[in-house]
């Protein structure tokens, strides 16, 4: 795998300084390889080419270069002083192997193991690496160096590919400050957390999910991500990992009508993992509907994004999956005053804006369709039609967030596909959300909730009957009576003490199986 360099250009150098760079591989034989210097001082970068004279503006420089022999990768970072003819040398013969282990070693032969290096410099503006793996049975050395500019990260993962059942995968993440003489470590499982995974199926128009690990927030090996596996069914695994910040991305990829598979979707699931802890992570659950981006009014204006519409709700503050069609009209006094529509797949995000020229009552409909044009939705896909309505008061000149909330529901005890058993009963929790979207808006308190209504329909929207909505251990819940086949459809709404209020409907919300 090629190096990896983070960095960026920078300003024109003096001619009378100049910096040579020999690199030297395993064997001792010279090779020509692209590295990178950084100005300790500025944090400006070069591309440099070895063993070639390379103009610079005098300064204290680290340089960055990967050797490569045959499957072997070698890491290593120098510093020097460039002021006139200046010359450094990185000698692959000075490395020493990385190992990362663990104890006991995971037990199942079909898991893939693969180890990511990285050795970067230290700065508060930005960071710069060089990074390395041992994929396809190769091996990664770094050169020792103990200046405490630098840092050192290692990642190995061992992972199955396939989710299957019962499945665990690994990693453990180590870094130090300086690049160490002995770049070795083998971890207790005993000190792993446990990040429990269920990647469902039903909501999103993509066929496969991904799941991968990501450090995050450290001070080296931010930009190594492993994938752990990627499967087309639903699947439940285990994550054992090791203690710090971690992102544990999903993708979700579809069907194009040519043939390929693109990437429809993403998830960032940000944790700070302790060791020793449990941890769960739920994607795609049931019901997509309206985020938790309510309408605000921004110095004047009522806006309000026509893209929130099928957002997961344990996720509930921004899309997952982009592409749909929508029509948002806004009332005053009973007359339309604003219309906007979304065709799909626009080339930047759609919202409704209206200058607020009088005070008092505004309602807001939105109503939006999955749309994706190339890609093939799922047979009986979930969420494929929501539509919300907001009543709120707005006035000229405000900067403030609507005071009526998001809802997000959450049907509880559905199967891996998102269905609920024949002729039983779901518990569907309401959760009640406000989200700022403008920086410039005031969020101001919570409104207090004056009554919740809900309905359920088993005919994909064409009739309603009222479900019972009540608390359980403190959360609202509607109780849904299900049919024996097909699929529920939910609609709510929230009243609060003000007269304002939220009316969402989710077509096809989970299904019966």
């Known amino acids: ?156 993962t061992w992972a199955d590919g396939s989710g299957s059942p019962g499945s665990t995968q690994y990693a453990v993440m180590y870094t130090t400050t300086g690049v160490p003489s002995k770049p070795s470590r083998t971890a207790k499982q005993s000190a792993l957390a446990t990040v429990s995974v269920a990647s469902r199926r039903g909501p999103s128009a993509g066929d496969y999910s991904s799941l991968a690990v990501q450090p995050i927030d450290r001070p080296c090996g931010n930009g190594i991500y492993h994938g752990l596996l990627n499967s087309n069914e639903p699947y439940r695994t285990k994550v054992k990992v090791s203690a710090g910040k971690w992102d544990f991305p999903v993708h979700s990829s579809g069907t194009a009508k040519d043939g390929s598979s693109p990437f429809i979707g993403h998830y960032y699931s940000p944790r700070k993992i302790v060791a020793g802890k449990s941890y769960s992570l739920n994607f795609f659950r049931s019901a997509w509907g309206p985020s938790a981006y309510v309408p605000a009014t921004v110095y004047g204006r009522i806006n309000y994004p026509l893209n929130e519409m099928f957002a997961d709700p344990g996720y509930p503050r921004g899309n997952v999956e982009g592409g749909d069609k929508a029509t948002a009209t806004l009332t005053f006094g009973g007359k339309t005053v604003k219309t906007v529509k979304d065709r799909g797949w626009e080339p930047e995000s759609t919202d409704l804006s209206y200058k607020v020229k009088k005070a008092g009552w505004y309602k807001l409909t939105n109503t939006a369709s999955r749309y994706y044009p190339e890609i093939t939705f799922p047979a009986g896909m979930l969420s494929p039609k929501t539509s919300v309505t907001y009543k709120f008061k707005a006035k000229p000149n405000a900067s403030v967030v609507a005071p009526v909330y998001g809802i997000a529901m959450l049907p509880a005890g559905l199967d891996l596909y998102n269905r609920a058993k024949p002729s039983s009963t779901t518990n569907v929790e309401l959760k009640l959300n406000r989200s700022k979207m403008y920086a410039d808006t005031k969020l101001g308190k919570n409104p207090k909730v004056k009554s919740i209504g809900a309905k359920a329909s088993f005919d994909g929207g064409k009739t309603w009957r009222s479900v019972k909505v009540t608390k359980i251990n403190g959360k609202w819940t509607a109780i849904v009576g299900n049919p024996a086949s097909g699929a529920v459809s939910l609609r709510v709404r929230v009243t609060v003490t003000n007269g304002g209020y939220t009316d969402v409907t989710i077509i096809r919300a989970y299904a019966i199986g």
């Open 1 to 156: 795998m090629p190096a990896i360099l983070l960095g960026a250009g920078a300003p024109a150098v003096a001619a009378s300084n100049t910096l040579t760079l020999t690199t030297l591989d395993r064997n001792g034989k010279k090779v020509t390889v692209n590295a990178t210097a950084v100005n300790l001082t500025t944090n400006s970068s070069y591309k440099v080419k070895s063993n070639k004279p390379k103009k610079l503006p005098k300064g204290n420089y680290a340089v960055l270069a990967s050797i490569k022999n045959g499957s072997a990768v070698t890491l290593g970072v120098r510093t020097v002083k460039v002021s006139g003819a200046s010359r450094t040398t990185v000698d692959a013969r000075k490395g020493k192997k990385v190992t990362v282990g663990l104890s006991p070693a995971p037990a199942s032969e079909w898991l893939y193991a693969q180890t990511t290096v990285e050795v970067c410099t230290r700065s508060a503006s930005a960071s710069y690496a060089v990074q390395a793996s041992d994929y396809r049975d190769g091996s990664v050395y770094v050169i020792p160096n103990s200046s405490k500019k630098y840092a050192f990260a290692a990642l190995r």
